[in-house]
């Protein structure tokens, strides 16, 4: 199961005399990330590496580190915390003690994951829309059913045949639903897809 941030999170840490803090929102497209970063920015740091993922797509940047020493660690641990659609900026305030290329991954790779780590999430469920007709006399109790599998409503009208209605649900409970409303509409149910 994958999981995404409820609320945008913070962790610091000093490392060798060195600031790291990293930040964490939930972001929906490359455009959002940039937005974040922009937003965030601090005068004064040397670096403010980052890494998004979200629904597949990716990118990382090093902002100037070493090749291979923040953006990838940073994506590592978004990976390794099982994260989607986050994005993670870890800004650095150089402390004058240089760490290494392996200390570097180590500092920007735990230092996000442990603002992930500590973050309040929740579980991304993958939903999936189901587009049905069926006659008056079974609206009321479809609506009851909705309610009971997390349905949610993107459209409803109504012709001289009864209603269509185009709903959102989990994926995973689209098979249970579709075998209630047959039940219900005594197999009178007209979905789309068929």
Request: aromatic share 8%.
């Amino acid at each position: 199961m994958n999981w995404t941030l409820s609320a945008p999170a913070r962790h610091e840490a000093l490392i060798k005399q060195s600031r790291f803090i990293a930040m964490a929102e939930r972001i929906d497209s490359e455009t959002t990330m940039r937005d974040f970063l922009d937003r965030i920015r601090q005068a004064g740091a040397s670096h403010h590496c980052w890494a998004w993922r979200c629904q597949g797509s990716y990118r990382f940047d090093d902002d100037g580190e070493p090749g291979g020493t923040a953006g990838r660690p940073i994506l590592q641990a978004i990976e390794g915390q099982h994260m989607d659609q986050v994005g993670v900026v870890v800004i650095r305030h150089y402390g004058g003690i240089k760490l290494g290329t392996g200390g570097l991954a180590r500092a920007y790779g735990g230092c996000a994951a442990e603002c992930l780590r500590l973050s309040s999430r929740q579980a991304l469920i993958e939903t999936a829309r189901l587009t049905f007709e069926l006659a008056f006399e079974h609206v009321d109790r479809c609506h009851q059913q909705l309610v009971r599998f997390d349905a949610e409503k993107v459209s409803e009208s109504y012709s001289e045949r009864g209603a269509r209605l185009e709903i959102e649900l989990p994926a995973d409970s689209v098979g249970a639903l579709r075998r209630i409303l047959i039940d219900l509409s005594r197999g009178q149910v007209l979905f789309a897809d068929e």
